[in-house]
């Protein structure tokens, strides 16, 4: 990840030394102009090239570092990253037993982040390692961010698609895809379940047969 951050870092000053050489020679609409057209042209080449996969998968293992650390705090290990831009403006995990608080999911935690920032949702990628809950995907769709990119599926309690598909109660729905490193993000939750989750409510089957002995 820090290869990748110095290497745009690098393009950056090499793109800005270019930019200053053209503006001295063209007027600032064409140069503008010109910068529009490079904006299409590459965002063509991203998706037939595949190049987003790439950036995706960049972040999502950033994600997943916050869930192995979620994991050895004795969290559900569900770690996430908000990004705007080339910017990691939001990272969290869950936070569930830490504060006796069941909405302190990791998507929830990088919200309140992003308020106290000022930062349009809708510039912001969400990279999440487990499906947003409906929950959490409720509120992501409601504050409108760019778009939902998740690791392997929540078949309790997912909100986009698992369970329920909260997209379909949203008149301008958030683009979501599932299953980066969906392998990965399934090892820790079967990690986690291996032991015993201590602020897990009883068992409801397990009291009513001891109930019935």
């Not at 820090?2 to 001295?24: F, P, T, W, Y």
């Not at 959490?136 to 769709?141: E, I, Q």
Request: glycine share 8%; aromatic share 6%.
């Amino acid at each position: 990840m820090q290869n990748g951050i110095e290497a745009r870092k690098a393009i950056e000053m090499h793109c800005d030394e270019s930019l200053n050489d053209v503006m001295k020679l063209f007027s600032v609409s064409i140069v503008i102009a010109i910068g529009r057209f490079a904006e299409k042209r590459a965002k063509a080449v991203i998706k037939n090239f595949g190049l987003q996969n790439i950036e995706d998968s960049q972040w999502m293992e950033k994600a997943l570092q916050s869930a192995q650390t979620a994991l050895e705090n004795g969290e559900v290990p569900v770690g996430c990253l908000f990004v705007s831009g080339s910017d990691v403006i939001a990272e969290g995990s869950n936070a569930v037993n830490e504060t006796k608080n069941a909405t302190r999911h990791a998507e929830m935690l990088c919200i309140d982040q992003v308020l106290s920032k000022h930062v349009p949702f809708s510039t912001v990628s969400v990279y999440v390692t487990v499906e947003p809950c409906a929950m959490c995907a409720g509120a992501l769709h409601d504050l409108g961010v760019c778009r939902i990119v998740y690791g392997c599926a929540n078949d309790r309690f997912g909100g986009c698609g698992s369970v329920v598909n909260v997209s379909d109660y949203h008149s301008k729905p958030v683009p979501v895809v599932g299953g980066l490193f969906a392998e990965r993000a399934m090892s820790l939750l079967k990690e986690f379940y291996k032991g015993v989750n201590p602020n897990a409510p009883p068992s409801k089957v397990k009291m009513r047969k001891k109930a019935e002995s």
